[in-house]
């Protein structure tokens, strides 16, 4: 691993979100194995994929803001809540604009528009996928900066944990995609597609952080503020839509925080 060590951070970035990507195609690829998937099963996946999420926004971006801020002098506790604020308000600006569906929803979301229902499917898992990559390429941005709070194995542990959930969110566009009719294989590529943003999100993330160190807190706390914005609007509700297995969610969500803490805390 010395190679990937000595890379420059916005390469780093580029390979874990590629690896992101990949496990998202993993994902999507249970469509050539299944066509339908059990509600309550779905409903693990996705508290899973909340908990995961809400462990990194704190354990991998939050506490190293605070942390970062107050080494450079600055009130630890603004960029974290002004980041926070704006990555949130960013997505819900995405949210109203971007035209998506939701699986199991018959109305969609955003701007009016003539896609198809199909796309609409996928738009809507690419929404959760922007902070995740954007999250992943700060924390490898912020390797540059040279900061205690900022650490290889730290931006690795985020990276495997955004893979880990990104598996059910494959899964979560391909399986629905075939059931509205699709063929396995265009199923496979739309579930896939969705993750494409992740190296993009990730790089630009990188690049930013990377080149203008004095947004760093602000950026690990925006990225913070983006998936709790995702984990709250998107994936806590479809986890908790089914009455009889809504603890099924929950559970999967304490299991996603609990596998996210162990990654970052040992890792990092």
Known sequence: MNWFLELNPVLQTLIATLFTWFVTALGAATVFIFKTINKKVLNGMLGFAAGVMIAASFWSLLAPSIEMAEEAGQIAWVPAVVGF???????????????????????????KTGLKRSVLLVLAITLHNIPEGLAVGVAFGAIAADLPAASIAGATALALGIGLQNFPEGAAVSIPLRREGLSRWKSFFYGQASGIVEPIAGVLGAVAVVYMKPILPYALSFAAGAMIYVVVEELIPEAQGDKHHSNVGTIGAMIGFAIMMLLDVALG
């Open 85 to 111: 604020l704006a990555g949130g308000a960013f997505l819900w600006l995405v949210d109203i604009i971007m035209p998506h569906l939701h699986a199991g929803a018959s109305e969609a979301e955003g701007m």
